[in-house]
């Protein structure tokens, strides 16, 4: 396939474009401990005693073609999972890193996860962090202004490579290559066009993350929403509560409606949601990620078509919620239904039909100057209660008038 790196018309970017929500899971040794995927680094664990804990770890009830099911339930059309976190163990077998789930447990927790995605045709990023607190050369580049040690820093890009071949080798069609954590160098210090000049040779068509501090495909906002350049693709990265690896104490759990809202915020805005879920160290997912994921997965059975595939709107925001659009069709977002009659402002496009999504039952409009009136919605105690969705078909595509400040 085509690969214009950066490019949101290139082919190789069109599937991901129309994904539009993907899985993101955070799991490794850290899980054990159950106080999120920094806890070795913020807890000042010395290296062997957190050692200690990643060889004991062992997840006897993970089942990947469980999590699979479970994303594709929800709706969402790709995962990204982590590999290996800061703390530098492998969640897969390798020849340059001998700490890793092959070595402990003898299970290759990354074959079995693309073995799920792969007969379930999930496509699968695996994320990788270029940090390595278990590393003895990790910080080798680092000691400037005097002379950093240069072959120390040699030996740690060999590994980083070695690392990256194998992901990109040994798991058949990897289809994102998602980098994090490269804060210590920048994309010279990372040799990063190197590196992802290799991973495009391996995998042809693999879509890469900015975070090898070289700009690559895709922008990756973190627990925000932040547009990127019209011709530029991005990514929110969000948690369902507040950590990305499991922690136990954490209850900050985001409503089902919240998440939903800010999937149509993101979408009408023409990014992509990718919604964490940071299983427990059997492997299991906790059961307030369960319960979410089973919801979004019912109001996108009724709602997906006003998801997926749609492009950035050139509708704002409106007080009801946000626009979605694809080819002639809007999809009013109504995550604040307010009665019967909707009022949407700076409407261009002559409106040809207005239904509910969900039912397909024909709704009254009228058009007047730049308002659309649209009458008989249901009320808020029966409409959909995390976003109601008014489909309309209109005369050509659609087209709003700016608004004013
Ligand atoms: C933050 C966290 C890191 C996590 C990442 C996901 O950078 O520090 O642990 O993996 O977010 O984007």
């Given at each position: ?15 991901w474009l ?19 995927e ?14 200690k ?15 699979v ?11 990204v999972?982590t ?10 077998g390798?020849?340059?890193n ?6 402990t ?90 590196m ?26 973190e ?5 990127s ?100 069709v ?10 019967e ?16 999504l ?19 919605l249901p009320?808020?105690?029966w409409?959909?209660?995390?976003s ?5 078909e ?12």
């Amino acid at each position: 396939m085509e690969t214009r790196v950066g490019d949101i018309t290139s082919p190789h970017m069109q599937w991901w474009l129309d994904a539009k929500f993907g899985m993101f899971i955070h799991w490794g040794a850290y899980s054990e401990l159950a106080r999120g995927e920094w806890v070795m680094n913020r807890e000042r664990w010395p290296i062997d005693e957190y050692e200690k804990v990643a060889r004991a770890w062992n997840p006897e009830r993970f089942d990947a073609r469980e999590w699979v099911r479970m994303a594709q339930d929800a709706g969402m059309r790709y995962l990204v999972c982590t590999s290996k976190h800061h703390d530098g163990f492998c969640l897969f077998g390798s020849e340059h890193n001998d700490y890793n789930t092959v070595e402990t447990i003898g299970r290759d927790l990354m074959a079995e996860l693309a073995d799920a995605c792969h007969a379930a045709d999930m496509p699968l990023g695996f994320y990788y962090s270029l940090k390595d607190w278990h590393h003895p050369d990790y910080e080798a580049g680092r000691r400037a202004p005097a002379p950093g040690d240069e072959a120390g820093h040699a030996r740690f890009i060999e590994y980083t490579q070695g690392l990256v071949r194998e992901l990109c080798s040994n798991y058949g069609k990897l289809a994102i290559l998602w980098y994090d954590g490269g804060g210590l160098y920048d994309g010279a210090g990372w040799h990063a066009d190197e590196m992802n000049a290799l991973a495009r040779e391996l995998q042809p068509g693999i879509i890469i993350n900015d975070r090898s501090r070289v700009p690559e495909d895709h922008d990756t906002p973190e627990q925000h929403i932040r547009a990127s350049a019209p011709d530029r693709a991005w990514e929110t990265c969000m948690t369902m509560n507040a950590s990305w690896g499991r922690h136990a104490g954490d209850r900050e759990w985001k409503s089902t409606g919240e998440l939903i809202a800010t999937l149509t915020r993101i979408n009408s805005l023409g990014g992509n949601l990718l919604l964490n879920v940071g299983p427990m160290s059997d492997g299991l997912f906790p059961a307030e990620s369960v319960l979410r994921l089973r919801e979004i997965g019912r109001w996108m059975d009724l709602h997906g078509e006003s998801i997926y595939a749609t492009r950035r709107s050139p509708f704002q925001w409106g007080g009801f919620g946000f626009t979605t659009t694809k080819g002639n069709v809007a999809y009013l977002q109504i995550t604040r239904a307010i009665g019967e009659e909707l009022i949407v402002g700076m409407v261009k496009s002559p409106v040809v039909s207005a239904t509910l999504l969900a039912t397909g039952e024909a709704l009254a409009f009228e058009q007047r100057g730049d308002r659309l009136f649209i009458r008989g919605l249901p009320s808020i105690a029966w409409g959909d209660p995390y976003s109601t969705v008014v489909k309309l078909e209109m005369e050509g595509e659609p087209e709003a008038y700016p608004g004013w400040w």
